[in-house]
Structure formats: C-alpha cells, structure tokens
C-alpha cells in the first residue's frame, strides 16, 4: 500500500502499554514499524517482513500485530473507536486482515496467557525484575 494512501502516524513507534492477565497486570513495550489512519476510517498497522511470507491463516495466529493494534489503542483514547487493519509487508506480497473485537480481545487474553507462562517458566517471584523473552516475534 503505498504510503499516500493514507495518514501517517508513527514510524519505528515505541508504544508502552499494560494487559491485565489473571494474576497481575503486565507492562508491555512494542516497536511498530508503521501506524497510519486510512481514508476509509481504519487504524491500520503496517509490518514490514524480509522472510518468507506466511499461509493467511498462519498470519492470522500471529499475536505480534494484533498487540500492537491493541497498544495503540490502549495508549491513543482518539483511536480505540477505530476498526483495525493490519497490513504485513513482505518481499513478495501483502496480506492484509481487519480483525473484529473479538479477535483483538482473544489476541490480548492469548498474550497474557502467555506472559503467565513464561513467568511461570522462569520461576520469578512477582515483582522481581527478569528478562524479557519475546512473547510474540514471528520471524521475518
């Protein structure tokens, strides 16, 4: 898509932001690469891969851009209205998915599910600081 096509908002934005999971909330860092509002009334969020590009249906089970439209939508009131898209970018193709309200919540309580079992995993008292694996990075 190119980039005249609609508003840009961020580039390479850094967007800090919590998700309440079952047991405590969890404070969250995501960089995105491109946010932008598009003619059409959509928060769209843009990936821009090197790798090999996915089955839409793996895309689709990604958490890493459901999170990130989840961010900029807990971290900007103006935009938590907004129908979400998210375009990934590869080298040879697009693929483009606008995920309904039920699909970012099921992203957002698959992300605290995991955030629980990595701090599980690593048996860290809560409160003591730890390293932070990748919770969502799908390669590329």
Do not use: C
Not at 127 to 133: D, E, L, N, V
Request: glycine residues 6%.
């Amino acid at each position: 898509l190119p980039f005249n096509s609609d508003k840009s908002i961020g580039m390479e934005h850094r967007v800090f932001f919590h998700i309440q999971g079952p047991l405590r909330r969890y404070l969250f860092q995501a960089i995105v690469d491109r946010a932008s509002l598009s003619k059409d009334g959509y928060l769209e969020i843009h990936e821009y891969k090197t790798g090999r590009t996915p089955t839409v249906e793996a895309f689709k089970n990604y958490l890493q851009m459901p999170l990130y439209a989840v961010a900029m939508r807990e971290t900007y009131s103006e935009y938590r209205r907004l129908r979400v898209r998210l375009v990934r970018h590869g080298p040879d193709t697009d693929l483009v998915w606008e995920p309904s309200e039920a699909e970012l919540e099921a992203a957002r309580l698959r992300i605290a599910a995991r955030a629980e079992e990595i701090l599980q995993d690593l048996g860290t008292p809560e409160g003591t600081p730890s390293p932070s694996p990748s919770l969502v990075n799908e390669g590329g």
